[in-house]
T-cell receptor
Framework: QKEVEQDPGPLSVPEGAIVSLNCTYSNSAFQYFMWYRQYSRKGPELLMYTYSSGNKEDGRFTAQVDKSSKYISLFIRDSQPSDSATYLCAMTLGGAGNMLTFGGGTRLMVKP | SAVISQKPSRDICQRGTSLTIQCQVDSQVTMMFWYRQQPGQSLTLIATANQGSEATYESGFVIDKFPISRPNLTFSTLTVSNMSPEDSSIYLC???????????FGNGTRLTVT
């Protein structure tokens, strides 16, 4: 069993839809939780990161962490075709800048 | 955040040869890491590049295959040695700006070994 599980997709939604991306993890020692967006032929780009359980919002993006269930989510409101990318969840033991353990990534396609 | 430049952006190499990938950052950073992303897969950490000392390798990666240098706080190289087709991957440099900030990534080097 992988430490971090993520549905690979692809997930296809119409423009304007609310998107929910999820990851589960097995190691309760993970402390920081990140979401990266990766466009084709580009490196991962940090979207958001959180430390504690709860919600964190940034524009159209909301990151949610439930440590008791070992479950994290990224919600995208009013999805746009430009949101089409692979979304990677990642998490660290200790500090936010420590070694990242990644999920496998979910490929999202937003259709106009 | 720091701007990370990787060279080359892509290369096609013959098996048995070696390729050195460069990672240049526009500011001094505390930590530099090298990751590998195999086709259709997620990212796996190869090693932590330590300034002025030997790199710290993760399980499954060895110095003879992936020698790493980090002569200063803005630059690192990763060499993929004696390449085989199984080494075809994207190799990514990652840095931590400082403090408790999360990692940022370069655009990677797309390597194809024939």
């Amino acid at each position: 069993q992988k430490e971090v599980e993520q549905d690979p997709g692809p997930l296809s939604v119409p423009e304007g839809a609310i998107v929910s991306l999820n990851c589960t993890y097995s190691n309760s020692a993970f402390q920081y939780f990140m979401w990266y967006r990766q466009y084709s032929r580009k490196g991962p780009e940090l979207l958001m990161y959180t430390y504690s359980s709860g919600n964190k919002e940034d524009g159209r993006f909301t990151a949610q962490v439930d440590k008791s269930s070992k479950y994290i989510s990224l919600f995208i409101r009013d999805s746009q075709p430009s949101d089409s990318a692979t979304y990677l969840c990642a998490m660290t033991l200790g500090g936010a800048g420590n070694m990242l353990t990644f999920g496998g990534g979910t490929r999202l396609m937003v259709k106009p | 955040s720091a701007v990370i430049s990787q060279k080359p952006s892509r290369d096609i190499c013959q098996r048995g040869t070696s390729l050195t990938i460069q990672c240049q950052v526009d500011s001094q950073v505390t930590m530099m890491f090298w990751y590998r992303q195999q086709p259709g897969q997620s990212l796996t950490l190869i090693a932590t590049a330590n300034q002025g000392s030997e790199a710290t390798y993760e399980s499954g990666f060895v110095i003879d295959k992936f020698p790493i240098s980090r002569p200063n706080l803005t630059f690192s190289t990763l060499t993929v040695s004696n390449m085989s087709p199984e080494d075809s991957s994207i190799y990514l440099c990652s840095v931590r700006d400082g403090g408790n900030s999360p990692l940022h990534f370069g655009n990677g080097t797309r390597l194809t070994v024939t």
